[in-house]
């Protein structure tokens, strides 16, 4: 087994470039953090209810909800944010003006007030998560070993996080600055951990690479890569060579197919089969030059396969094995 990775690590936040599983993988790392008893939350802030899809649930409103039982009796919760919401929550839990945020709400004041101020937005959402993770210093019975952010993707989720340069130009002193301040003083700690999602692609691995070096530039906690949707090879090294320089044994394969049972024109299907071979033979050397540029950025490389079935809630417990298997738990 693995040597345990992230120890000590309470907020794992997952970007990734549209199209890469960037929820999926959320949802396996959650599960594989519950395992053994634990318990974990799952956060997502785009409003997409991927999060419900995923585990087969009715639609979440604003409020924390059991979603799974993990291997070894731990729970997996959900919650997806709102906006509106966590300036409510804000203003209940600092100023205890649930009452008044309601009015606003009815004004259209909180729109009006996340639109022309962006960065107030982002501070609402990552303080929800911040909130969340501090309730594990008090002890509570609500307390979280873990909470998995399903972040917004890789192009913007260095500004949404550093939310203290984002107010910059919104508050120098007062409530807001002081709440970015206590939100970046766990963002920017050991206890966060920015995981990014990629596939096995030139444009995806380069906007990976992008977001690291812009994670790093902003001195914020790199995690690791989760490479998803890996598919094996299906060829040997040998017959890999053979298939890039376009020398498959097409009569070999013909009468293969023949004493198979294959009628018609084998040669025809031969042909076809080995170009089938060479573009295969070419994905996988293109894989494995973009799996090398990853694994020069020093961070851990995690790997999930393909599952040609799609992804349902059995797929993520056989995903959070195999996440386990690489030192998540």
Same mark, same amino acid.
């Given at each position: 087994?693995?040597? $345990?990775?992230?120890?000590?690590?309470?907020? *794992?936040?997952?970007?990734?470039?549209?199209?890469?599983?960037?929820? @999926?993988? &959320?949802?396996?790392?959650?599960?594989?953090?519950?395992?053994?008893?634990?318990?974990?939350?799952?956060?997502?802030?785009?409003?997409?209810?991927? /999060?419900?899809?995923?585990?087969?649930? =009715?639609?979440? =409103?604003?409020?924390?909800?059991?979603?799974?039982?993990?291997?070894? #009796?731990?729970?997996?919760? &959900?919650? !997806?944010?709102?906006?509106?919401?966590?300036?409510?929550?804000? $203003?209940? /839990?600092?100023?205890?003006?649930?009452?008044?945020?309601?009015?606003?709400?009815?004004?259209? !004041?909180?729109?009006?007030?996340?639109?022309?101020?962006? %960065?107030?937005?982002?501070?609402?959402?990552?303080?929800?998560? +911040?909130?969340?993770?501090?309730?594990?210093?008090?002890? #509570?019975?609500?307390?979280?070993?873990?909470?998995? $952010?399903?972040?917004?993707?890789?192009?913007?989720?260095?500004?949404?996080?550093?939310?203290?340069?984002?107010?910059? %130009?919104?508050?120098?002193?007062?409530?807001?600055?002081? *709440?970015?301040?206590?939100?970046?003083?766990?963002?920017?700690?050991?206890? @966060?951990?920015?995981?990014?999602?990629?596939?096995?692609?030139?444009?995806?691995?380069?906007? @990976? /690479?992008? %977001?690291?070096?812009?994670?790093?530039?902003?001195?914020?906690?790199?995690? %690791? +890569?989760?490479?998803?949707?890996?598919?094996?090879?299906?060829?040997?090294?040998?017959?890999?060579?053979? !298939?890039? *320089?376009?020398?498959?044994?097409?009569?070999?394969?013909?009468?293969?197919?023949?004493?198979?049972?294959? @009628?018609?024109?084998?040669?025809?299907?031969?042909?076809?089969?080995?170009?089938?071979?060479?573009? *295969?033979?070419?994905?996988?050397?293109?894989?494995?030059?973009?799996?090398?540029?990853?694994?020069?950025?020093?961070?851990?490389?995690?790997? $999930?396969?393909?599952? =040609?079935?799609?992804?349902?809630?059995?797929?993520?417990?056989?995903?959070?094995?195999?996440?386990?298997?690489?030192?998540?738990?």
């Amino acid at each position: 087994m693995s040597e $345990l990775l992230w120890p000590g690590v309470a907020m *794992h936040v997952v970007s990734g470039k549209g199209g890469t599983g960037k929820t @999926t993988v &959320a949802a396996t790392l959650a599960m594989a953090l519950a395992r053994e008893g634990r318990r974990t939350l799952l956060m997502e802030f785009e409003g997409r209810q991927g /999060i419900a899809q995923l585990f087969d649930v =009715p639609p979440m =409103p604003y409020e924390e909800k059991r979603v799974a039982v993990a291997p070894g #009796g731990g729970d997996v919760w &959900a919650l !997806a944010v709102d906006p509106e919401d966590a300036l409510l929550d804000y $203003l209940e /839990i600092f100023y205890n003006l649930r009452r008044a945020g309601s009015a606003l709400r009815r004004m259209g !004041a909180i729109d009006f007030a996340t639109t022309i101020a962006p %960065g107030l937005r982002d501070v609402l959402l990552t303080g929800k998560a +911040i909130e969340v993770v501090r309730r594990s210093d008090k002890g #509570g019975s609500d307390a979280y070993d873990a909470v998995v $952010l399903d972040a917004p993707p890789t192009g913007r989720i260095t500004r949404f996080l550093n939310v203290n340069s984002e107010v910059s %130009g919104l508050a120098k002193v007062g409530p807001i600055r002081n *709440h970015a301040d206590l939100v970046m003083s766990v963002i920017a700690s050991p206890r @966060t951990a920015v995981h990014l999602v990629t596939l096995l692609e030139e444009m995806p691995v380069q906007e @990976t /690479i992008d %977001g690291i070096h812009e994670l790093r530039q902003a001195q914020l906690p790199v995690g %690791g +890569i989760f490479v998803n949707m890996m598919r094996p090879p299906l060829l040997d090294r040998s017959e890999r060579d053979l !298939a890039l *320089h376009e020398r498959l044994p097409m009569d070999d394969i013909a009468r293969q197919l023949s004493a198979a049972g294959i @009628t018609g024109d084998t040669d025809t299907i031969a042909r076809a089969l080995t170009r089938e071979g060479t573009d *295969h033979a070419r994905r996988v050397d293109l894989e494995e030059r973009e799996l090398q540029r990853l694994e020069e950025l020093e961070v851990p490389v995690l790997k $999930l396969p393909f599952l =040609p079935g799609g992804v349902d809630l059995s797929s993520l417990y056989e995903l959070a094995g195999l996440l386990d298997n690489q030192g998540v738990r």
